[in-house]
């Protein structure tokens, strides 16, 4: 044993809870996440805009003289080229030492896409994620998230990591404010169709290209595929005319060039008349939507059957993006197929790839154009999307089945993904269109598909801690369901959202989710389903502390289980059960339950239950002063490495581990535990988690009568506590300190600390503890005189 401290605090940005201890090493990411915080590419054929590059470069630097804002908004037209040029100025800041040390957020709020468009709120939870806050700390409102985002940003340029924000495409309303950083340093570029007057920015409104600027585009995009290709400057003139039809609109002018690079010897005069018909057909359409349509217009003229095709199935996609296999379940062929028909449209800008590789996007007026084709034709669409969500369903059941399942993934389940971490790379691409795919039909009243969606989507959301995305989909899933008049699915959504709010502590609306679920289920007398509710409702009781209330539940669970001939779900509710019984002190009879869910798991192959209920088991043991046998129960738990699969499992056994240890006095071994356990409720963004480690920690070195530490421990706690939003724990960890800081005389805050536990306990209804912390603050009183004279708090 050793009294030295040894802090290693590096790596990273601290700017809320940093934990001292003995060797205890944190490294926080240094900068936003690569996938979330990535730039799109920049285009190699970026003409003109220099004046605006420039301004946009000195008003981005850290030295800037006279700086006024640290925000350039970009605005213009559609196709005008704003994202183009945001990113050329973007590209070249990152490429400049010491501007931006603390890397680049990006996100595309699709301002303009009904079907795409990202909120201010959702694009708030995207920045958060990529800086490195864990989705348990996010909170629910957009001013809560705006302050926590900006206090990251802050932090990092405190810490020298300037960070540049880019955002693209943002929608008219009044909430973008919220994703404006406030720090005075962070550099945040802007790009909108509208004007962004109420900014206190530096405005670029761009304009068409001038002549000789449009003419070198279109001469530098033909070029990029076909170099020597001499027409544009041979053929000045004509181009010159090809540049007003185009309105000076970058957008339109690569289009065209991708039209001249199809056929080598056709002269830009052909080119240009057939654009002058084309105008004439879109004579009722502003300026900037006839060039911009009518160079569409030439382009899709120009595509095979099978490319056209193609093209107008792509805007049936729910998502920002889109993979291949995506796109060949719309188009009804191969992969490989589709692929090359994609690399086609990305060659003509009408779709545009994306990284990684195998995903693609479409810029918001093709995604309109190929819409108005679609929908002015004749293409059995609607086949094409029931296909697409047909493929979203399989492939969302099989990913879970491959990642999520208790038991060794099927067949399918490999056939599909080659191992576990494929299938949750899928997940993870996927999430985005697969809420979107599920709010969708929701909306449009594909009552059937919204329902087969929700249930597996919102499962995974939740396994993946995306709560807010999960209550979504249940919500839709669950209007769904009562439009259809779907009372047994109804149900399962609602126990789903019961158990999603009791995620995130919102527990009287949980356990209110849980009791329609399981009325509904008593109406239909659907025994397995009742039992499942009842489970459910057991786990959100037992959150509330209404313990006796929880036990009965889960024995009714285990009853119906039983009857409906579930061995597994038997085994289920009686874990719970036993859980519920070490709380109420009644370890021999937790540990009788236990045990027998402990031989049915076993039995029926669910290592993911045999190893929770082993872990349930051991703590029952160790209650009931059979120490060395617990320490044996854990580390067979924690042996298993297809049962404690999912990390917050492992994480929890880990932590009544140490419990253990602490008991049997083996302290190191304890630590080491909890700092395990630590790490990986950090990494799940579970701060309720982490308090619990954090107060255990403190009550190890209580135990060392390290008490300085303790109480730095014990303070890091109640943050956490008070952020996880558990009262009850909150009251325990005042309680607790309150011991510490009695032990280093520190009187009055002691006391201050137990009559704020006492107070807890009293509103949540702990009467037994709310009493013995009343009795404890009369003996302290007695024992120190307080309220007869002062008292001196040391430190």
């Known amino acids: 044993m050793t009294d030295s401290t040894k802090n290693l605090i590096g790596g990273g940005v601290s ?146 990591q300037r960070v540049l924000v880019v955002l693209d495409d943002v929608p008219a309303t009044e909430k973008i404010h919220f994703l404006l950083p406030s720090d005075g340093r962070t550099a945040t570029l802007v790009s909108a169709r509208h004007s962004l007057s109420e900014l206190n920015s530096l405005t670029l409104t761009l304009q068409q290209l001038p002549a000789g600027e449009g003419r070198q585009l279109l001469g530098d995009s033909l070029l990029a595929s076909l170099p020597g290709d001499a027409r544009v400057t041979d053929q000045s003139d004509e181009a010159d005319r090809l540049v007003t039809l185009c309105g000076g609109l970058p957008l339109a002018l690569r289009i065209l060039a991708s039209l001249l690079v199809d056929v080598p010897t056709r002269p830009l005069s052909q080119l240009r008349r057939d654009l002058e018909n084309a105008h004439s057909r879109l004579s009722l359409l502003s300026r900037e939507q006839r060039a911009v349509t009518a160079a569409f217009d030439l382009s899709y003229r120009k595509l095979t059957k099978d490319q056209a095709k193609l093209f107008r199935l792509t805007c049936l996609h729910p998502g920002p993006d889109f993979s291949t296999e995506a796109a060949a379940q719309l188009y009804g062929k191969d992969v490989k197929e589709t692929e090359r028909l994609l690399l086609d449209l990305d060659r003509r800008h009408l779709v545009a790839a994306r990284d ?151 527990l009287r609306k949980s356990v209110r989710a849980h009791d329609k679920a399981i009325k509904i289920c008593r109406q239909l007398k659907k025994r397995k389903a009742l039992a499942s509710a009842l489970n459910n409702l057991g786990l959100s009781l037992h959150e509330q502390r209404k313990f006796e209330r929880a036990v009965t539940v889960h024995v009714e669970a285990a009853r119906l289980f039983r009857r409906a001939d579930d061995r597994t779900g038997v085994a289920r509710a009686l874990s719970n059960t036993g859980e519920t019984l070490i709380e109420l002190g009644r370890v021999e009879e937790a540990s009788r339950v236990l045990g027998k869910a402990v ?145 280093q005389g520190c009187n009055t805050e002691a006391l201050e600390n137990l009559e704020l536990a006492a107070d807890l306990y009293h509103q949540i209804g702990d009467t037994e503890r709310a009493s013995s912390t009343l009795n404890a603050i009369k003996k302290v009183r007695r024992r120190v005189s307080v309220g007869v004279g002062p008292t001196v708090s040391r430190r």
Request: net charge positive; hydrophobic share 40%.
């Open 599 to 743: 031989k049915i798991f076993r039995k029926q192959g669910d290592l993911r239950g045999y190893a929770q209920a082993l872990g349930g088991l051991a703590s029952a043991t160790r209650e009931a002063g059979k120490a060395k046998r617990a320490l044996e129960l854990h580390k067979r738990a924690l042996s298993l490495a297809d049962g404690l699969i999912m990390p917050h499992h492992r994480a929890v056994e880990l932590s009544n581990f140490a419990g253990t240890l602490i008991t049997t006095g083996e302290f190191e071994a304890a630590l080491t535990a909890q700092r395990e356990a630590w790490g990986i409720f950090q990494h799940l963004g579970d701060r309720r988690g982490e308090a619990t480690i954090l107060g255990n920690m403190a009550l190890l070195r209580q135990q060392q009568g390290k008490w300085h530490k303790a109480v730095r421990l014990h303070t890091l706690g109640l943050e956490a506590f008070l952020e996880g939003r558990d009262d009850h724990g909150l009251a325990t960890e005042l309680s607790h300190l309150a011991h510490a800081l009695l032990q």
């Open 15 to 160: 700017f809320s809870t940093v934990v001292q201890g003995e060797t205890v090493i944190f490294t926080l990411p240094d900068r936003p996440d690569p996938v979330l915080a990535g730039l799109p590419r920049q285009s190699a054929t970026f003409v003109g805009r220099r004046t605006q590059l420039d301004q946009a470069l000195a008003a981005l630097a850290p030295t800037a003289p006279d700086r006024t804002s640290d925000t350039v908004a970009v605005t213009g037209l559609a196709g005008m080229g704003k994202t183009e040029l945001v990113l050329q100025v973007a590209h070249r800041a990152m490429r400049r030492e010491g501007w931006f040390p603390g890397g680049v957020l990006f996100v595309d709020l699709h301002g303009y896409d009904a079907r795409r468009k990202l909120s201010p709120k959702r694009a708030l939870d995207t920045l958060l994620r990529a800086l490195g806050i864990f989705p348990q700390d996010i909170p629910p409102r957009i001013e809560e998230r705006a302050a926590l985002y900006r206090s990251a940003l802050g932090a990092l340029a405190d810490a020298g």
């Open 356 to 506: 990684p590789y195998g995903r693609w996007e479409q810029h918001s007026l093709v995604r309109l154009y190929s819409w108005e084709r679609l929908t002015s034709g004749d293409d059995s669409w609607g086949e094409c999307l029931i296909r697409l969500l047909a493929h979203m369903h399989k492939m969302t059941t099989v990913a879970y089945d491959m990642v999520f399942a208790t038991r060794a993934p099927s067949p399918q389940a490999k056939s599909v993904f080659p191992h576990r971490t494929a299938a949750l790379q899928w997940l993870e691409a996927e999430r985005h269109t697969l809420v979107a795919a599920t709010l969708w039909t929701g909306a449009a009243k594909d009552d059937l598909m919204c329902v087969a969606l929700a249930e597996p989507v919102s499962q995974i959301l939740m396994e993946m801690r995306y709560f807010e995305d999960a209550r979504g989909v249940l919500n839709a899933g669950i209007r769904s369901s009562q439009r259809r008049k779907d009372r047994f699915h109804e149900a399962s959504l609602l126990s789903s959202l019961g158990v999603t709010l009791r995620e995130t502590r919102k």
